[in-house]
Nanobody, 118 residues
Framework: QVQVVESGGGLVQPGGSLRLSCVYS????????MGWYRQAPGKQRELVAR???????NYADSVKGRFTISRDNSKRTLYLQMNSLKPEDTAVYYC????????????WGQGTQVTVSS
């Protein structure tokens, strides 16, 4: 069974940084999209950043210039470097590995809490 496991969340002060990691246990060759999403209380889950198998990236406008998505395929690990954190970045962050052609290939982690507060 495929597992997706996030780590790296926590409590940080405004202006601080965190790096999230996500380890994927499945076959990478069938995946063409890897991304980070977040869900704040009372809000819908939203895309934060995504990287395609070819390397193209896209970011939510709210995090552009502050967050960076990257990957290490040799370690089957996806990263999200978050700098200049704001209280509005507080949410549960989820990792996703998917193939957007074959919808059945869509794997989610359990989420990791990020809280930005003084």
């Amino acid at each position: 069974q495929v597992q997706v496991v996030e780590s790296g969340g926590g409590l940080v002060q405004p202006g601080g940084s965190l790096r999230l990691s996500c380890v994927y246990s499945g076959t990478l060759s069938i995946i063409n999209s890897m991304g980070w999403y977040r869900q704040a209380p009372g809000k819908q889950r939203e895309l934060v950043a995504r990287i395609r198998s070819g390397g193209n990236t896209n970011y939510a406008d709210s995090v552009k210039g502050r967050f960076t998505i990257s990957r290490d395929n040799s370690k089957r690990t996806l990263y999200l470097q978050m700098n200049s954190l704001k209280p509005e970045d507080t949410a549960v962050y989820y990792c996703n590995y998917a193939n957007d052609v074959y919808g059945s290939l869509n794997y989610w982690g359990q989420g990791t809490q990020v809280t930005v507060s003084s």
